[in-house]
């Protein structure tokens, strides 16, 4: 998407033992299952971001917490760690679509010329 690779990871049950899955990097929250989504984003320059979710009934599916941007190891490139999405579905729900926007970063730089203004309000004459 937009020139970053995206794809997920892993999809991880509320009830999966911390031992069972610590070498995947997930940020979880209690009662959620979670979402990993990884790929080449921050090293091109690249943002993701959580648009919606629905289940197969189209219902809205929320996100739990806020989404959770990889984590920095030094020495290794951001892409190695996933971007962490917890939800509490329904539980009725069978498939869970999920809609996600990858952007380019842009750095813009402003420079500002305060203006000068007295006490009462007024501006000093030039």
């Known amino acids: 998407m937009n020139g970053a690779t995206v794809e997920v990871a892993a999809i991880i049950g509320a009830n999966v033992a911390f031992d069972r899955i610590v070498r995947l990097n997930a940020r979880r929250l209690r009662d959620c299952f979670t979402v990993l989504v990884k790929g080449r984003i921050l090293s091109q320059g690249r943002r993701l971001t959580f648009v919606e979710a629905k289940d197969e009934q189209g219902r809205i599916v929320k996100l739990k917490g806020t989404p959770s941007d990889p984590g920095q190891v030094l020495g290794q490139s951001p892409d190695l ?46």
Not at 105 to 113: H, P
């Open 81 to 126: 760690l996933p971007y962490s999405f917890n939800f509490q579905a329904p539980p009725d729900a069978h498939e869970l679509t999920l809609v996600l926007a990858v952007s380019q970063s842009r750095f813009l730089e402003f420079v500002a010329k305060p203006e000068q203004v007295r006490e009462d309000g007024s501006m000093p004459q030039n």
